[in-house]
């Protein structure tokens, strides 16, 4: 069974930083794409990074500069270094897995990252 399992949410003061995990189970890690997205009250849920299983990486222009997405593919875990971070990047943030070679997703149940002062 596929689990996806994020921490490392809270709250934090403008220009703070947080850093986001998320373990996978019950997948051969290194043959999945992995994701962040983020869900804001009233909004969409967006993609905030992504990286390949091959290590390439992509962020939206609002993050960009700001986020850094890694891989460990040895402790099964990928993560997201949030720095500079502004009240606008409140939201629930979410871990999503597609499988390279179907498409098949999973998603995490989700960590909430807080920004104010």
């Known amino acids: ?12 003061q403008p220009g703070g930083s947080l850093r986001l995990s998320c373990a996978a189970s019950g997948v051969i890690f290194s043959r999945n794409h992995m994701y962040w997205y983020r869900q804001a009250p009233g909004k969409e849920r967006e993609l905030a990074a992504g990286i390949t299983g ?26 997201l270094q949030m720095n500079s971070l502004k009240p606008e990047d409140t ?21 909430l990252v807080t920004v104010s002062s």
């Not at 069974?1 to 934090?12: F, I, K, M, P, T």
């Not at 629930?92 to 989700?110: A, E, H, L, N, P």
Request: some cysteine.
């Open 1 to 12: 069974q596929v689990q996806l399992v994020e921490s490392g949410g809270g709250l934090v």
């Open 54 to 79: 091959a290590g390439n990486i992509m962020y939206p222009d609002s993050v960009k500069g700001r986020f850094t997405i890694s891989r460990d593919n040895a402790k099964n875990t990928v993560y």
């Open 91 to 111: 939201a629930v943030y979410y871990c999503r897995s597609t499988r390279i070679y179907d498409g098949m997703d999973y998603w995490g149940k989700g960590t």
